[in-house]
């Protein structure tokens, strides 16, 4: 079986992401692609913040997708934090409850450009928390033109994070994030995708070692080149990790079929287990039983 923790979709064709660009994935397609893979279940991710598209989507248009989806797609919510007058102290559990109630499993993707320590950020982060619900958190290197929340090498702002909510479950996410799977990133490749050996420890893994709410987004190929670089590191992650890492896709447009992320991550890990680089034990956690349990599937 494989869940998919990471996708995004319409319920119909839509507005190019850019000018002369693709639309955003609708339901039909994204379905099609799912058959293709071998996706048993995804979960989908609204978009709510202006950063990263043109259009934003409601958490309500996705609630329509999965309910007609006969039980293939996993709801989550999304909440900007700076909804409800840009307020530090807005009520955004009331919020958080609401969609919990009407079955969302999560939170994310976060793509506020705000740094991970602005009040209104730790606001949202406090309502996670006391709602039992993960939060998938794309990472981002700076202010401006470009999305995600803002930390700086090292990933300190995120280890604050981690440290003040000690019981909320955070799915890390993107290439500034998995840029910091080896100790020799640095300023010239932390929004990339590094090649190469990886220099250990890194700091995922020594974030990881010490907090056991961070977890692990394998989706686009941000993702999967954090445990393909250099395989036989990979394998070891894999193996050390095996209950906080999420096979995942992170598909978002139709020409997502002409790229890794459609079958490379799937391909790996079958080919890992194959090959006896993996057991069936870590493979299951990763591919599904990982996800059943944290979503309560």
Not at 59 to 64: A, F, I, P, R, Y
Not at 253 to 267: A, H
Request: charged residues 20%.
């Amino acid at each position: 079986m494989l869940i998919d923790i990471h996708g995004h979709c319409l319920k119909t064709k839509g507005i190019p992401l850019h000018r002369g660009d693709e639309p955003l994935l609708w339901t039909e397609i994204l379905l099609e692609m799912h058959k293709e893979i071998g996706i048993d279940h995804g979960v989908l991710l609204p978009i709510v913040t202006p950063e990263s598209v043109c259009r934003v989507q409601s958490v309500d248009e996705v609630l329509d997708i999965v309910q007609a989806s006969n039980g293939h797609f996993i709801p989550f919510m999304n909440v900007d934090p700076r909804m409800m007058y840009s307020n530090p102290n807005a009520d955004l559990e009331f919020v958080v409850e609401y969609y919990k109630a009407m079955g969302c499993k999560g939170i994310g993707e976060m793509t506020a450009n705000l740094s991970f320590l602005d009040p209104r950020v730790l606001n949202l982060f406090a309502a996670a928390e006391k709602n039992n619900l993960p939060i998938t958190i794309h990472i981002a290197t700076r202010e401006g033109n470009i999305y995600g929340l803002i930390d700086d090498l090292g990933l300190p702002r995120l280890e604050a994070v981690l440290q003040k909510f000690p019981n909320l479950k955070i799915l890390g996410h993107s290439q500034t994030f998995w840029a910091h799977q080896s100790s020799d990133v640095n300023l010239n490749n932390w929004g990339g995708y590094p090649t190469g050996p990886v220099a250990r420890p890194g700091r995922i893994t020594e974030l990881m070692r010490k907090y056991p709410n961070l977890l692990g987004d394998l989706s686009a190929g941000s993702g999967m080149n954090a445990i393909m670089r250099d395989p036989s590191f990979g394998y070891e992650f894999l193996d050390e990790f095996q209950d906080r890492l999420f096979y995942g896709t992170d598909l978002c447009q139709p020409k997502n079929r002409n790229s890794d992320r459609f079958f490379g991550l799937r391909d790996f890990l079958n080919n890992a287990l194959a090959e006896k680089h993996i057991s069936k034990e870590v493979y299951e956690k990763v591919t599904h039983l990982n996800a059943e349990k944290l979503l309560g599937l």
